[in-house]
Nanobody, 126 residues
Framework: VQLQASGGGLVQAGGSLRLSCVASGFPLDFYALGWFRQSPGKEREWLSRIITNDYSTYYADSVKGRSTISRDNAKNTVYLQMSSLKPEDTAIYYC????????????????????WGQGTLVTVSS
């Protein structure tokens, strides 16, 4: 079971970036994939989530309207397309998988996720 995130890099403010997360070894019916980010000295922040069986998507207010999460089943890959990037978007971005729905944690809680990718660094210059 592995998640491999990629696509980070240096981008100017106002620019766009597409992050990718390849999931391997998961059962086909696992519940959801999400994206988080973490900046130095800050808690891990939930950004978005996609439910695998019905493609429902959810976004945090901080990225709503600027980001789109999508899934390519053929490639076992989830994407996070981000636009209108700001310097405050600078962070390490992580993808995470939830094998099952959990009533114990809300979708924005990292504890709702069972597996994590290694992270990819996004730096937005002003």
């Amino acid at each position: 079971v592995q998640l491999q995130a990629s696509g980070g890099g240096l981008v100017q403010a106002g620019g766009s970036l597409r992050l990718s997360c390849v999931a391997s070894g998961f059962p086909l019916d696992f519940y959801a994939l999400g994206w988080f980010r973490q900046s130095p000295g800050k808690e891990r922040e939930w950004l978005s989530r996609i439910i695998t069986n019905d493609y429902s998507t959810y976004y945090a207010d901080s990225v709503k309207g600027r980001s789109t999460i999508s899934r390519d089943n053929a490639k076992n890959t989830v994407y996070l397309q981000m636009s209108s990037l700001k310097p405050e978007d600078t962070a390490i971005y992580y993808c995470a998988a939830a094998l099952f729905y959990s009533s114990a944690y809300i979708m924005s809680d990292p504890r709702a996720y069972d597996y994590w990718g290694q992270g990819t660094l996004v730096t937005v210059s002003s």
